[in-house]
């Protein structure tokens, strides 16, 4: 006899969750957001302002209600936060410090709390890259400093999730290149990651998991293969004489290719399959090119194009 199973959607998910509703007033808010977590992904929350990434953080974390959802948050029913949160570490918009005491203090003061010991906060303040001002009064740390304390006092407790917004506000190149390379060392060390951010370009670097909102509802999820599969790759082609690049341009739109200008390219709308027939067709027209790229959306162009909206380029 032959059984049939439901798949669980759950197995392999540090965070699935579906049917989130947390209405304010004027009817902004999460509307029916589904979201997964795969574990030990490092996955991207993106979305506009306003498009709810906080709301959904800040009830994963248990700090709001939701009128409405179901899911579960490490194997733990998403409607018992005390059951799953000892193992999740945040940073929700800017870290709650003691600008009065040292960045090491602040962290003894919630070790203490947590019960544990010296050795998590130098590894705390090791793994951000605090150690050399962890003696300094915190009233007189830089915005970055302060982010990368809040990121140590997160990770105070080892957590198995660790959940991120906006940690890259006030970094610095070197700071955000440092905390990409502390996500990516976590997340091989077994930890998921869920991470907002507007700065797409490090998202793109850093994620291997997107999640797409938009006023309070998921337009999409999965990984990079996924995100790919959703979006047209385009092909970048250039003349050889840049006069030519109009004649190209009507040259192609006649043969039927979509076709938009961009820093004295073309973009053409076509499947990487067709890179040789088009070349044929510029030079059955006398056109010479000497740029021909199959190019993949970048995030931000995958991002504004579920969104609806032109890419920006
Ligand atoms: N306490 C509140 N009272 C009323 N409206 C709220 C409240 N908190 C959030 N909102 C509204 O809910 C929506 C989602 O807000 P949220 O802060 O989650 O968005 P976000 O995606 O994190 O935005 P940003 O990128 O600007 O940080 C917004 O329209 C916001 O104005």
New binding site residues.
């Given amino acids: 006899m032959t059984q049939t199973t439901t798949p669980d959607p759950t197995a392999g998910s540090a965070v699935h969750v579906a049917g989130l509703q947390r209405t304010?007033?004027?009817g902004?808010?999460?509307h029916h957001l589904d979201l997964t977590v795969p574990t030990g992904s490092l996955t991207a929350l993106i979305?506009?302002?306003?498009?709810?990434?906080?709301?959904?953080m800040?009830l994963l974390l248990g700090l709001d209600q939701p009128e409405a959802g179901t899911g579960t948050i490490l194997g733990s029913p998403f409607d018992h936060p005390a059951r799953y949160l000892p193992e999740v570490g945040a940073l929700i918009e800017h870290p709650a410090l003691y600008p009065r005491l040292t960045g090491r203090t602040n962290l003894r003061v919630l070790a203490e709390l947590a019960g544990l010991g010296d050795d998590r906060i130098h590894r705390a303040l090791s793994l951000t890259g605090m150690q050399q001002h962890a003696d300094r009064l915190v009233a007189t740390y830089s915005l970055g400093m302060r982010q990368r304390l809040g990121i140590a006092a997160a990770l105070l407790t080892e957590p198995r999730l660790l959940i991120l917004?906006?940690p890259t506000n006030g970094l610095d190149p070197v700071g955000t290149a440092q905390l990409r390379e502390l996500l990516r060392g976590l997340t091989s060390a077994g930890t998921t990651v869920l991470i907002?951010s507007?700065q797409l370009n490090e998202l793109d670097a850093t994620c291997d998991h997107f999640v797409f909102?938009h006023q309070?509802t998921t337009l999409f999820q999965g990984d990079r293969d996924a995100l790919a599969a959703s979006q047209h790759s385009y092909v970048e082609a250039a003349p050889e004489s840049p006069d030519q690049l109009a004649a190209l341009a009507s040259t192609l739109q006649e043969a039927g290719y979509g076709v938009r200008q961009h820093e004295g390219r073309l973009l053409v709308d076509t499947a990487a399959e067709h890179a040789g027939e088009l070349n044929r067709t510029a030079t059955a027209h006398g056109i010479t090119l000497a740029h021909l790229t199959v190019r993949r959306p970048t995030l931000e162009e995958a991002f504004f194009s579920v969104l609806g909206q032109e890419p920006q380029c």
């Fill in positions: 304010y007033p004027g902004a808010g999460l979305g506009p302002n306003g498009s709810g990434k906080t709301t959904t800040r917004d906006e907002s507007h909102l309070g």
